[in-house]
Nanobody, 123 residues
């Protein structure tokens, strides 16, 4: 497994942008499918986006398509989530996660998780 550490969260006004980063330790990062999930207070953890080990396949939640972009740099052991046109409903703790499985939106398929980073979007 890899250890994951997220950064880049914060407070932003609606319509603004943030870029989340997730740094991974370990040599196996380039073989991992990576994902971003989020959890708002009182709600279940929700899939946001996922990217294959090569970066060639990505999937995203319908409500973030066209606004959020997932990418990765295997040379830097880092996965990113660029978030544009942020809305108050995007407010949540954002987690990155890794799995050896093929690209999947299921949280239960991911075995490695970061500690999360808070994103707050004010109206």
């Amino acid at each position: 497994q890899v250890e994951l550490v997220e950064s880049g969260g914060g407070l932003v006004q609606a319509g603004g942008s943030l870029r989340l980063s997730c740094a991974a330790s370990g040599r196996s990062f380039s073989r991992y499918t990576m994902g971003w999930f989020r959890q708002a207070p009182g709600k279940e953890r929700e899939f946001v986006a996922t990217i294959s080990w090569s970066g060639g396949i990505t999937y995203a939640l319908d409500s973030v398509k066209g606004r959020f972009t997932i990418s990765r740099n295997n040379a830097k052991n880092t996965v990113y989530l660029q978030m544009n046109s942020l809305k108050p409903e995007d407010t949540a703790v954002y987690y990155c996660a890794g799995t050896y499985l093929i690209t999947t939106p299921k949280a239960a398929d991911f075995g490695s998780w970061g500690q999360g980073t808070q994103v707050t979007v004010s109206s």
